[in-house]
C-alpha cells in the first residue's frame, strides 16, 4: 500500500508558474505520474517517470512547459510554466510500486493503483 498526499495547487494569472508536490508514505513507489481532470472531461495523463532518476513522459499539451521530477525516493514534483486557462483541472499524483519502465509513456491509468485526493489547479485569462 502507498499513501499519497499532494499539495500546491492555487489560483494563478495566465503565464504564472507553480509547483505541485506529492509525499509517497508507507512504501516507497518504483513509477509515479501526475494526471488531471479538468470540469466536465475524462481524467487525463500528464506526465510521468519510471523510477527515481529514470526517464520522464510528457503529454504533448505540456511539453516544454511542465517538468516531472522526484526530488527524493518519496517525493514527486510537477513544476508548471507558461499556465494556460486550459490547464485548469484537478491535478492527481498517482504511483506504482511496480517498475513500469517505457510503459510509463502510454500514461495508462490502469497501471498507477495508488492515488492522491488531488490539488486544484485553476488558471485565469
Known amino acids: 500500500q502507498v499513501q499519497m498526499v499532494e499539495s500546491g495547487g492555487d489560483s494563478v494569472q495566465a503565464g504564472g508558474s507553480l509547483r505541485l508536490s506529492c509525499v509517497a508514505s508507507?512504501?516507497?513507489?518504483?513509477?509515479m505520474g501526475w494526471f488531471r481532470q479538468a470540469p466536465g472531461k475524462e481524467r487525463e495523463g500528464v506526465a510521468t517517470?519510471?523510477?527515481?532518476?529514470?526517464?520522464t513522459y510528457y503529454a504533448n499539451s505540456v511539453k516544454g512547459r511542465f517538468t516531472i521530477s522526484r526530488d527524493n525516493a518519496n517525493t514527486l514534483s510537477l513544476q508548471m510554466n507558461s499556465l494556460k486557462p486550459e490547464d485548469t483541472a484537478m491535478y492527481y499524483c498517482?504511483?506504482?510500486?511496480?517498475?513500469?519502465?517505457?510503459?510509463?509513456?502510454?500514461?495508462?491509468?490502469?497501471?498507477?493503483?495508488?492515488w492522491g485526493q488531488g490539488t486544484l489547479v485553476t488558471v485565469s485569462s
Open positions: 508507507r512504501n516507497t513507489p518504483a513509477s
Open positions: 517517470i519510471s523510477t527515481y532518476g529514470g526517464s
Open positions: 498517482a504511483a506504482s510500486l511496480s517498475y513500469l519502465g517505457s510503459r510509463c509513456r502510454n500514461m495508462n491509468e490502469g497501471d498507477f493503483p495508488y
